[in-house]
């Protein structure tokens, strides 16, 4: 089932019918500088075929819980992507939370991370989650906005156990 915003913005399922939209997002984070989406390049119908098992459970390492990856689609233009954690593990209750999502480069500072996230709220609602965690870097400021114009309430501050930085701790009651 999809989910259409005020804004356009449709919340989709990983489908290979989507690979020439994928692959162009993937292509402008590397041509941007940022280290996303290598997997979608090297082998982009595996990279898909992984979220689809992802959100199935299926082959999950231990470390790994389950998780549906949602690409926000405008007129057959992706605009990034949105993961929601079924549940938490020890590593995602510090850095990572239930809902993790990048917006691509050039689609930046358009509303369009506020309403992919309100958007993801609405299916973890449907999951039947109460409340979700999400967290950010503290110098993401605009990561930090988004959450908070969804109901973000700050609770805590952590350090990242890989990086050593800032991580900032929000729950959502949903």
């Not at 593990?89 to 689609?107: A, F, M, Q, T, W």
Request: hydrophobic share 35%.
């Amino acid at each position: 089932m999809s989910i259409i915003d005020p804004s356009g913005i449709v919340l989709v399922d990983p489908d290979v019918k989507y690979l020439t939209a994928l692959l162009e997002m993937a292509e402008e984070y590397q041509a941007s500088g940022e280290r996303r989406y290598q997997a979608a390049l090297d082998a982009a119908t595996d990279y898909i075929a992984g979220l689809q098992r992802m959100a199935k459970s299926e082959d999950l390492p231990s470390r790994l819980v389950p998780e549906n990856t949602f690409w926000p689609m405008r007129e057959r233009r992706m605009l990034g992507q949105i993961r929601l954690r079924h549940k938490l593990n020890d590593e995602l209750k510090i850095k990572g939370g239930h809902i993790g999502y990048d917006v691509r480069p050039s689609e930046r500072r358009k509303g369009y991370g506020t309403a992919m996230l309100t958007l993801a709220l609405e299916k973890a609602r449907a999951r039947g989650l109460k409340r979700v965690m999400l967290t950010c870097d503290a110098d993401n400021i605009a990561s930090e906005k988004i959450i908070e114009r969804n109901g973000g309430k700050l609770t805590n501050t952590a350090a990242s156990p890989r990086t050593g930085k800032q991580i900032l701790q929000y729950w959502i009651e949903l």
